[in-house]
């Protein structure tokens, strides 16, 4: 199981503390820019449905585990809830709303005929045999029973879970459906492998859309990437293949860190060499020969050009903010910088490609590849990433345009945008009754 372990040993930083007062003030300040209505936002305020489950599991050596998982569906007014699963000692119900609520905004930025949701169990993988994973996933995908489906919610990969974790779930839930249903489930998870119905390019979806941020950001300012130097948060899918675009277009890494190390080389890092070691040393960066090994807590202020947290929500706090010399963040993860970070930020005039915008790239094949299951059809690599383009080139430009032409930073602008396109929905359709 190629899972990537990440935890929030970092300087300080509880994860999920304040990250739902976060996205309710990113929210409320867009809301009352664009003079939303009061009573949508008082149904955007909330979450439409939260699921909590504790559900025991047989452990390897016959004893019981109870765990809890967490499902919250914020948002359907343009479609399916959809959002991913992840599995880490973070997760709490606070932090799941939060980040149900980031989806519901990021699939309608993409223009995606998709809500909101997410969720997860709050566990550390790492503590668990592959086969304990495997009936945890399956447990779970049981205890949610109909609480997700093809047409109703979609979960996804998030962080710890990967597209082993996905055909377990699809696996599970088409098993217990009635049998004419089952032909047609198929698509009540995304991000499964290519030999069930996965999309070709899916495990490089969210890192190929951050570096695509990043190479549209610097061809406004009529810049390239060769030569820029960068850093990176989290090593895992993300990260790498961010990493890995923007060093073929000739960026260099100078920075990683993960749970187990922070990693520093001013000559540059090789991405590929770094990727090799990950993958025989647990998926951990510590101990890679070819970096100096630095204090946790300067990573953020190292002299680079572009800053990528791409691991955890609330990594760039007002305890750090005011030393980053970077002038570019791309936020690979959800939630990495809290709002008061984000004053200092602006205020000394670092650009922050929001995340709702930056790491849609893995949403948007997602919805690739309920397309494809729906249709019957099988894509190539390059249909995918060609796809992924030319619809982030529409989310990218929409949102630069409407940052430029109201004098308001991307964040704003890309909630703006969002908010919009479901208030019309909300305006057209009426209420219920």
Not at 81 to 97: E, F, M, N, Q, S
Not at 319 to 346: D, H, M, T, V, Y
Not at 370 to 393: A, C, H, S
Request: glycine share 8%; aromatic share 10%; charged share 20%.
């Amino acid at each position: 199981m190629n899972t990537t372990f990440i935890n929030d040993k970092k300087p300080g930083v509880k994860v999920s503390q304040g990250m739902m007062e976060n996205v309710l003030e990113q929210f409320t300040d867009a809301a009352q820019y664009i003079n939303l209505h009061l009573d949508i936002q008082k149904i955007l305020k909330i979450t439409n449905n939260e699921i909590v489950i504790h559900f025991p599991v047989k452990m390897d050596d016959g004893t019981v585990e109870v765990f809890t998982g967490y499902r919250v569906q914020h948002n359907n007014a343009l479609g399916p809830y959809k959002g991913g699963l992840r599995y880490h000692p973070t997760v709490d119900i606070d932090a799941a709303r939060a980040l149900a609520m980031w989806m519901t905004w990021k699939t309608s930025l993409a223009g995606l005929p998709f809500g909101g949701g997410k969720g997860g169990i709050q566990l550390d993988p790492s503590n668990y045999s592959i086969t304990e994973l495997e009936r945890i996933t399956r447990r779970f995908t049981y205890a949610l029973g109909d609480n997700i489906g093809p047409d109703h919610d979609i979960p996804a990969p998030d962080v710890n879970t990967n597209s082993q974790t996905m055909a377990w779930m699809a696996d599970t839930f088409m098993s217990t459906r009635l049998p004419a249903k089952r032909s047609v489930n198929q698509h009540v998870v995304t991000g499964k492998p290519d030999g069930i119905g996965g999309l070709e390019g899916r495990d490089r979806a969210t890192g190929y859309g951050v570096f695509l941020s990043i190479k549209k950001y610097l061809k406004k300012q009529n810049q390239s990437l060769l030569n820029k130097t960068f850093i990176v948060q989290g090593f895992g899918n993300v990260g790498y293949w961010a990493a890995n675009f923007l060093e073929k277009e000739g960026a260099v890494l100078v920075g990683v860190q993960d749970a187990s190390a922070t990693l520093y080389n001013s000559q540059g890092i090789d991405v590929s060499s770094l990727n090799d070691y990950v993958n025989i040393n647990d998926k951990r960066i510590g101990g890679f020969p070819r970096a100096e090994m630095i204090d946790d807590a300067h990573f953020f202020q190292l002299d680079c050009d572009i800053i990528i947290p791409a691991a955890l929500g609330n990594q760039i706090t007002e305890e750090n903010a005011s030393n980053i010399q970077a002038k570019l963040i791309a936020e690979g993860a959800n939630g990495p910088i809290n709002n008061n970070a984000e004053k200092i930020l602006l205020k000394n005039n670092v650009t922050i490609i929001p995340d709702i915008l930056c790491n849609s790239g893995g949403v948007i094949a997602s919805y690739f590849e309920w397309l494809q299951n729906k249709n019957g059809e099988i894509w190539q690599l390059e249909d995918t990433l060609k796809k992924l383009d030319l619809k982030l080139e529409e989310s990218f430009n929409s949102v630069f345009h409407y940052a430029q032409k109201e004098g308001i930073d991307m964040r704003k602008a890309a909630y703006c945008i969002a908010i919009k396109r479901i208030e019309k929905a909300y305006i057209q359709r009426g209420l219920f009754p």
